[in-house]
């Protein structure tokens, strides 16, 4: 059996394009014993595949030229050579970036359908949902009446973050770009204010009218210039998560350094960075917890869907530039 897929072309020089990428078929093995032949129907597309398709990633191992695009997905069991799953069963795991393929039962993990959409297992209730409740309770510890400040608020672990520090009593205000994304985040799920990063040059401004008391807990998506304004308005023993780098994942102009570094001496600050990676143990915890948010309603997901296995380049395209809102999956026919 063939399957389509997208696989690398080239090392991305410059910002990533969508002629980095070609479509193509690849012969699946024979199905063995203990293994499931997956039909692809919907693909995580997140920031992290960026750094895979460099030679050297900041995470993970490279995709070589000519290989699948890894990424997460969820899909549906074809055929099964093991008692642990039968036709029809959805599963979730590294499906990569094509329309089926075969793996072993061990490298996949069973979807249950519930109440809540199937997508948002790639998102507040996966991975994405257990790193922002992990950082928060990890590392930040917000109390009730704090005010926490979520960049790239409209992205799946921002608004999971901002979602999850609104339902244990923080003012939450999140960095977007743009009115529509800040719209979004406030009305559809419940921040406290937006603040719009563009244009740049306003954005200090702009963080000291939406922050007038200060900043009790950053929850940094984005470093670079954004981290140097919000250091500014942290408050005396604040909290900072280093949870991701947009600002570094396609090259640019470098960002010079934190002018602001000695705020965090002047001000006592805690700054730590975060990986969902070494907090396996805690995985089954957080999702529970999450689970909970969202069955009373306090934990929602905004779905931006593209139509087919085609359109994943040219989604990581645009969750890159800025283009998408909420969670970016491709839901494959």
Not at 75 to 94: C, I, N, Q
Not at 115 to 144: C, D, F, N, Y
Not at 150 to 177: E, F, H
């Amino acid at each position: 059996m063939q399957s389509q897929v997208i696989t690398l072309a080239q090392r991305p020089s410059g910002l990533l394009q969508t002629a980095d990428f070609t479509a193509g078929t690849m012969e699946l093995p024979e199905l063995g014993a203990g293994q499931v032949l997956v039909a692809s129907r919907y693909l995580s597309i997140d920031p992290y595949q960026r750094g895979l398709l460099d030679e050297v990633p900041f995470v993970g191992q490279p995709v070589p030229i000519g290989g699948v695009v890894a990424g997460r997905g969820i899909g549906e069991v074809l055929e099964s050579r093991t008692e642990a799953f039968k036709p029809g069963d959805l599963v979730a795991g590294e499906l990569g970036w094509r329309s089926h393929s075969v793996h072993a039962t061990y490298a996949v993990q069973p979807v249950v359908r519930g109440m809540h959409p199937v997508t948002w297992q790639l998102g507040v209730l996966g991975t994405p949902g257990s790193t922002a409740w992990l950082a928060l309770r990890r590392i930040a510890e917000p109390k009730s009446g704090e005010v926490v400040v979520v960049s790239s608020a409209a992205g799946t672990v921002g608004a999971a973050a901002g979602q999850i520090a609104k339902a244990m009593g923080c003012k939450v205000i999140g960095i977007a770009g743009g009115p529509r994304k800040g719209d979004l985040i406030c009305t559809a799920l419940g921040f406290d204010a937006a603040i719009d990063h563009r244009p740049a040059e306003r954005l200090p401004l702009a963080v000291g009218e939406k922050c007038p008391g200060g900043v009790d807990i950053y929850f940094d998506n984005v470093g670079g210039r954004m981290l140097d304004i919000v250091l500014q308005a942290m408050k005396p023993q604040g909290r900072i998560v280093v949870c991701g780098y947009l600002s570094g994942y396609e090259p640019g102009q470098p960002y010079p350094g934190l002018a602001n570094a000695k705020l965090i001496s002047f001000h006592r600050l805690k700054v730590q960075g975060f990986s969902v990676r070494d907090h396996v143990a805690d995985h089954a915890a957080a999702a529970q917890a999450l689970h909970a948010l969202a069955d009373a309603g306090k934990l929602r997901q905004i779905d931006t869907l593209c139509d087919g296995l085609a359109s994943a380049p040219g989604a990581l395209v645009g969750l890159l530039r800025g283009s998408m809102v909420g969670k970016v999956i491709v839901a494959c026919r």
